[in-house]
């Protein structure tokens, strides 16, 4: 590895040998063991409950002598929650504890055991199991000889441990003696791993984490970035409170990364994740190796040497009931570190879930809930990565009023009063713009109701000191604003006493709900005008004058099922309308509409949508609906915003039989936005599933335009799906039928 990067990868390579099993044996599994049906073949009568030994059979004999009873036949002894069936057995009814012989089942609250001889005591529940099968959810453990030692401990001689509860499993790991404490680990002596009948790896010495659920993963594929690569994963525990995830990637054009996540969670100081991914690239010209050199064995580019590295530290801690604290350090070294290439390349995921609002920033928050209001203390800097330089707070101060009733007036008062100490200055720097300021925002309301309608009226304003603004020559001035408002609302509502269930509707009586909004807002001009003023957080800064009536109206059709209100169907319509004065358009503005329709069960669909009244044209639009029968479902979605295109999206799902079911996914762009840019890509994906009892698999071939075609072979426990071994997997998060925002 080259000087100066963390040698994970050869760390990581080192421990393949011994981790890449670790699927074989996870924390899961797909069902609970399915017990033969001994009960039922007994000829028995019911049992009381019972804190003494109760046992009946078709012939039972008792010795005065040594308080022993035998019995034979049918033989059913029951103790409180522990139930035991045989063909013959003895008590000793002094200490409690059975011999028993030929197809003994024991059920009790920890296991169930199938063997041909054991010898078990009610009272503590410990005792020796010959030639058994215990089932512990989600394990299953066979061997010649298996001693319960104490509750969460046992001993197995010459058996297996897995997770299949067939009897001739589809794996297993076979063992000389193993020690088993339940719900934690099980030390195995002698271990060979079994594919079927088949033995693949062999260890004197293993121990498996009961408790965990250790995964391995190898993901290879190909895209336009890498070419060929294998990205290989492994997660652990190590120790109670630490999971550790090691990456130790290749990838054709770009060489080795590798890294690290650690995710932590102490007793006492609470919890967070350490993270570092480093590569040091020497990207090839072509997509492949092998054709860097063109026909005349000239090199068709130069290799471009990158060095790309992140570090990550998230903290939480909760240090009481009332208060918690928050810290992140984030340092991140990219060439194209402005367009956030290393998280868009190597980050797929992670780049799509926070788009360009990822947060870079280090700061730290401390928050503290007091009897009437919250207190927050914040530093927030963005000098650790400085091409992305941003606003920073040192600190920032702010404590909130929540609404609070003055005495018995019927007026409530609310306030928020932050100060905070703002600089910003761009990277590389040629301007520096701070301030010292202190904003106050306060409100007073009188709620109450006229006849049928809800008033709510509301005076206020906000006051702000800075010490300096963008005129450099005002400095130390207040900036004042008044603001006052009425809120205004009501319902009706009409009560229909129909029934039906036709279609699966299940209505149950129709209630239909109004609820009609008015607002009216006035805020006067501020005092001192914002575009006199350096722009670090609009809310406070950028404020003017704003002269309109705010409108809604909201329809609700309601039905009862299952004794609880159901929306059936739910239509919002807002907008504003700007008066005389306002800043920006007067007249109404754009409205938008939002529609819920669940008529049944197997139905479903949902529309949003915002309109333009001065440009005539929509801003966007987005569609969902669903519907699905007991085998299969179809999903049909649209997304539409005018600088973004236009988007279609379906999905169909099919389970063609208790073993096969397949997906079928497709995004299509239909337009594109106005400057000829779209966030959106044409996608294909084809999954076949298969049921491999306790395991399910996963084919996916997924073509995604711009990405090229990636092909992955997923296997996931039923139990746990979670708990997955790719062999494959997509570098990208797949996307999902509907709306995507």
Request: glycine content about 6%.
């Given at each position: ?53 109760t ?115 589809h ?35 293993y ?24 990205l ?52 090839i ?18 290799t ?60 730290f ?17 963005s ?88 005129d450099?020559?005002?400095q130390?001035i ?14 009706f ?9 036709f ?55 309601q ?35 939002l ?16 309109y ?35 988007q ?54 997924d ?39």
């Open positions: 590895m080259r000087k100066g990067s963390l040698p994970i990868f050869w760390i990581a390579a080192g421990l393949w040998a011994w981790i890449a099993f670790l699927f074989l044996t996870p924390d899961a599994a797909a069902t609970k063991p399915p017990m033969p049906d001994i009960k039922g073949s007994f000829k028995k009568q019911d049992l009381k409950n019972s804190a003494q030994v046992m009946q059979a078709d012939q039972v004999s008792f010795s005065t002598v040594d308080n022993k009873a035998h019995a034979k036949g049918n033989v059913v002894v029951k103790s409180k929650d522990q139930q035991l069936y045989c063909d013959q057995l003895q008590l000793d009814r002094t200490i409690q504890e059975v011999v028993a012989q030929g197809d003994v089942f024991l059920d009790t609250p920890q296991e169930q055991v199938m063997a041909q001889g054991l010898t078990y005591n009610f009272n503590d529940g410990t005792g020796e199991f010959r030639d058994a099968r215990v089932f512990v959810d989600p394990y299953q453990v066979k061997g010649q000889k298996i001693v319960k030692v104490s509750e969460n401990y046992m001993t197995l001689d010459e058996g297996y441990m897995t997770t299949c509860d067939l009897d001739e499993p794996y297993r790991i076979g063992a000389h003696r193993m020690d088993i404490y339940q719900h934690d680990r099980a030390v195995v002596h002698g271990m060979k791993i079994y594919l079927g009948s088949v033995p693949v790896m062999y260890l004197p010495y121990v498996q984490d009961l408790k965990n659920r250790p995964i391995v993963t190898f993901e290879p594929g190909e895209n336009k970035d890498f070419g060929l690569f294998l290989t994963t492994a997660r652990f525990q190590a120790g109670s409170h630490v999971k550790v995830t090691l990456h130790a990637d290749l990838r054709e054009r770009d060489g080795f990364g590798e890294g690290f996540d650690i995710n932590y969670n102490t007793p006492n100081f609470g919890r967070g994740l350490l993270s570092a991914y480093y590569t040091d690239e020497n990207q010209a072509s997509h492949h190796l092998w054709d860097l050199y063109n026909s005349s064995g000239v090199k068709r580019g130069p471009m040497h990158h060095e790309r590295y992140r570090i990550i530290w998230r903290h939480k801690w909760q240090i009481d009931p009332n208060t918690n604290a928050v810290f992140q350090y984030y340092k991140i070294h990219d060439y194209d570190i402005v367009n956030n290439g290393f998280l868009k390349t190597y980050f797929p995921r992670e780049y799509r879930q926070d788009a360009q609002n990822s947060n870079l920033d280090t700061y928050l401390l928050t503290r809930n007091m009897p009437h209001g919250t207190l927050t203390f914040n530093i927030d800097t000098r650790v990565n400085r091409p992305l330089r941003g606003i920073e707070r040192l600190p920032e101060v702010q404590y909130v009023l929540n609404n609070q009733q003055i005495g018995k007036s019927g007026f409530y008062a609310k306030s928020s009063n932050t100060f905070s100490d703002l600089t910003y200055q761009n990277y590389p720097k040629t301007f520096n713009e701070k301030t010292l300021r202190f904003d106050s925002n306060n409100d007073i309301s009188h709620p109450f109701k006229l006849g049928f309608i809800q008033l709510n009226p509301h005076l206020g304003g906000e006051e702000t000191y800075y010490s300096r603004t963008a450099l020559a005002q130390n207040i900036r004042g604003m008044f603001r006052g408002s009425l809120d205004m609302s009501t319902k509502y009409k009560f229909w006493d129909y029934h039906t269930d279609a699966g509707l299940n209505i149950n009586g129709l209630r239909h709900v109004i609820t009609p909004t008015i607002t009216y807002l006035y805020q006067a001009r501020p005092t001192f005008p914002a575009s006199n003023l350096n722009q670090f957080d609009p809310a406070i800064d950028d404020l003017y004058r704003i002269h309109q009536f705010e409108l809604g109206l909201e329809n609700k059709l039905t009862k099922r299952n004794s609880q209100i159901v929306d059936l169907l739910r239509a919002l319509v807002t907008t504003n309308f700007g008066l005389k004065g306002t800043t920006g358009h007067r007249g109404f503005n754009p409205y938008d509409t529609v819920d329709f669940n008529p049944t069960n197997w139905l479903s669909f949902h529309n949003d949508n915002e333009d009244f001065h440009t005539g044209h929509w801003n966007s639009e987005n569609f969902d609906g669903e519907i699905h029968g007991q085998n299969w479902s179809f999903s049909l979605g649209n997304r539409y915003t005018r600088y973004e295109g236009d279609l999206t379906t999905e169909i799902d099919y389970i063609i039989n208790p073993k096969w079911k397949f997906k079928i996914y497709n995004s299509l762009p239909l337009t594109f936005a106005t400057n000829g840019n779209t966030t959106s890509a044409r996608e294909n994906e084809f999954v076949v599933t298969r049921d491999l009892h306790e395991w399910e698999m996963d084919v996916s071939i073509k995604q335009e711009g990405h090229g075609t990636t092909f992955y072979v997923l296997f996931r426990l039923k139990a746990f799906p979670d708990m997955k071994f790719n062999l494959v997997n997509t570098s990208f998060q797949p996307s999902r039928p509907g709306t995507q925002n």
